[in-house]
Structure formats: structure tokens, C-alpha cells
């Protein structure tokens, strides 16, 4: 748990003690250091973001490892969410011709899920995805790959080319949309990617907190119960949306990606 | 996830037909339209004292951005 957190249900802080509602804060999203070596400090969000990668990296090499005709146990789990990934997510953007980008896709997809789903669960409850380094680090990849992809596919000087003069337009305007084409595919996008996810991840979690604290704070031989009951069940109804918006959010995310690759990738404009 | 003619099977679509996630695309586009013109004419503002001008760069960077998104994808 973060420090407000902590400091709030060891207070015994409640209502009606002359004590104000704590609410969360942005402090509840830095943590004290596990440890430190130098000027690095080694905190909670990076462990759950290592747990994460570990988890799926751990998952998919055992359903693969030795794999069976007829799949079973978490092999089977494993060919649903991969299947899932292709049919849903890269097939509607890229088509046949983008499956080479399956394995990037489906490390994505899960990586975020994961790293998403740790907001709800026992002990870690913190989505490693709500501090903005997490999302701009992938997005940082997603950005330099679309690029990338852009420049093999249409040559250095087509890419740029294809990307500022719109088809259609007529040839008086494009001096006007040019420089919107180019901001929108080379600086928007990769901003909006980041901030949908961290901004989504950042609100669910501080949605709970506030829920979550209010039900201790309103705890007392009262009517204060009652708000307190109130506020729990509201917790758990919340937690209940929080699991949709994860999944949500890595499905947006890597969907734009796939976007972004077919993109690039297409000649014709 | 509708409307764009695509299938599990791969896409079966003419090059250049808009897809669904196209939606995200258009709103960068609304987003830079406005960030550039905006940008300019707050820079002109600046410099000629017409703080005017930067709402006015606004605008001209959304409608310049609907013009883009209307040649782009709804165009047959």
C-alpha cells in the first residue's frame, strides 16, 4: 500500500473524531524505495512491472513448451489469447500479411493487461501502467517501429511524402494541411497513445482509493455506518468496472498499434 | 468495431477503404489541427498584441483539420 494509505488506517482516523476526510492524493503514487543502489532506487511500481513481464513470459513458455495436438490446460488458454490477438486485434488492421507481427502484438497486449490487472489484486493493487513512464517506454517502441516500418515499406523521402499531401486535396490547400498531417502522425499519436492509457489507469486507481478510504474513515458506532456500507459497496461495484477498463485499455492500445503498423505500411494514400 | 468490411479472414477491402479504428486517427488530426493553428496564432498574437488571434487560430486549425479528415476518408 502507498504511504496516505497507510498513514490513514494506522491514524484511526473517522468521522465524527474531529479528524477531516483524508483523501488520496497524488502521493499515492510514489512509493519509499525497496531498496537503492545509488542514485537509482528501486521501487514498487518496477517490481510489479517486472512481476508482470515475468508472469507472461512464464505462462506463455510453459503452454508452449511442449505442445500438444489437441491443446490442453494452458496451452488451450494460450492458443485463446493468441488467437484472440490475431483475430481481433491484427486481422481487422493488417490482414494476412501482417501475422509476422503477431509475437509483438500479443507481448504487448499482455504485458499491459497484466501490468493493468496488478490495480486489483491483493498485495500489488497498483497498476504499474498509471505512472507515464510505463506507457511512454512502450509507446516510445510502438513509435520508433511505425516509423520504421513506414520508411522500409514507402522509402525514406515516400513515407514522409505519403504522409504529407493527402490524396484528393486540392493542390492550393495542402500548404494548410501538410503541417497538420505531419504533427497529427508524428507527435499526436504517440502522446495520445501514452496519456489515454496512463490518464485511464492513473483515474481508476484514484476512483478506488477514494472509495476505499471513505469506507474506513466513515467506519464508527453511527450513522456513519451506514455511509460506510454505502462506500464499500460502491468499492466493489467500481473494482467490478476497473476490470472492464483494464481490459479495455490493452485492447486499445495494442489495436491502435496494429493501426499504426498498417499505417505505415500502406503505399497507396 | 463496425462498418469496415473487414473480416478475421484478413482484409477484403480496396486499399485506401477507411477502417474502424480509423475514429482514432480523425481525432489526432482535430488534436494537431488545433495545436499547430493555435500555436501560430498565438505566436502572431504575441507579436502584433491581438490576443485575439490565438481562439481565431483555433478555429481556422479545426476547421483546416474537418477538411483533412473529409479528404482522407470521406471521399469515394
Redesign the interface.
Known amino acids: 500500500m502507498s504511504d496516505v494509505a497507510v498513514s490513514t488506517t494506522a491514524s484511526g482516523c473517522h468521522i465524527f473524531t474531529g479528524c477531516g476526510y483524508p483523501a488520496p492524493s497524488i502521493s499515492a503514487f510514489f512509493f519509499k524505495p525497496i531498496f537503492s543502489i545509488g542514485a537509482f532506487h528501486f521501487t514498487k511500481p518496477m517490481l510489479l512491472a517486472l512481476l508482470s513481464a515475468a508472469i507472461v513470459l512464464i505462462f506463455f513458455w510453459r503452454a508452449f513448451a511442449n505442445p500438444q495436438r489437441v491443446p490442453r490446460g494452458a496451452q488451450n488458454l494460450a492458443e485463446m489469447g493468441v488467437l484472440f490477438v490475431r483475430d481481433q486485434i491484427l486481422r481487422p488492421q493488417l490482414g494476412k500479411k501482417g501475422d509476422r507481427y503477431l509475437p509483438f502484438l500479443t507481448a504487448l497486449f499482455f504485458f499491459v493487461w497484466v501490468m493493468n490487472i496488478m490495480g486489483i489484486i491483493p498485495l500489488a493493487q497498483f497498476p504499474a501502467t498509471s505512472k507515464i513512464a510505463f506507457p511512454l517506454a512502450l509507446t516510445l517502441m510502438v513509435w520508433i517501429t511505425y516509423i520504421t516500418l513506414g520508411i522500409k515499406y514507402q522509402g525514406p523521402l515516400g513515407y514522409f511524402k505519403n504522409m504529407a499531401v493527402p490524396a484528393g486535396a486540392p493542390w492550393w490547400i495542402l500548404p494548410l494541411l501538410s503541417p497538420i498531417e505531419l504533427l497529427s502522425n508524428l507527435i499526436v499519436r504517440p502522446f495520445t497513445l501514452t496519456i489515454r492509457l496512463f490518464a485511464n489507469m492513473l483515474a481508476g486507481h484514484l476512483l478506488l482509493l477514494v472509495f476505499a478510504l471513505a469506507s474506513w474513515y466513515l467506519f464508527s458506532a453511527s450513522i456513519g455506518l451506514l455511509f460506510a456500507a454505502t462506500s464499500f459497496v460502491m468499492t466493489i461495484i467500481l473494482t467490478g468496472l476497473e476490470v472492464l477498463i483494464q481490459a479495455l485499455q490493452a485492447f486499445i492500445f495494442t489495436t491502435l498499434t496494429a493501426f499504426y503498423f498498417a499505417d505505415a505500411m500502406e503505399t497507396s494514400h | ?1 463496425s462498418g ?1 468490411g ?6 477484403n477491402t480496396p ?2 477503404t477507411p ?4 475514429g ?2 480523425v ?3 482535430l ?3 488545433m ?3 493555435g500555436g501560430v496564432g498565438w505566436l502572431i498574437g504575441r507579436w502584433t498584441g491581438i490576443a485575439a488571434l490565438f481562439p481565431v487560430g483555433l478555429l481556422l ?1 479545426l476547421g ?2 474537418l ?2 479528415v473529409i ?2 476518408y470521406a ?1 469515394p
Not at chain 2, 477502417?19 to 480509423?22: E, K, P, T, V, Y
Request: net charge positive; charged share 15%.
Open positions: 468495431m469496415s473487414t473480416g478475421p479472414d484478413g482484409r486499399p485506401g477502417r474502424a479504428s480509423a482514432w486517427a481525432s489526432s488530426y488534436i494537431g489541427g495545436i499547430f493553428y486549425g483546416l483539420a477538411a483533412l479528404f482522407r471521399r
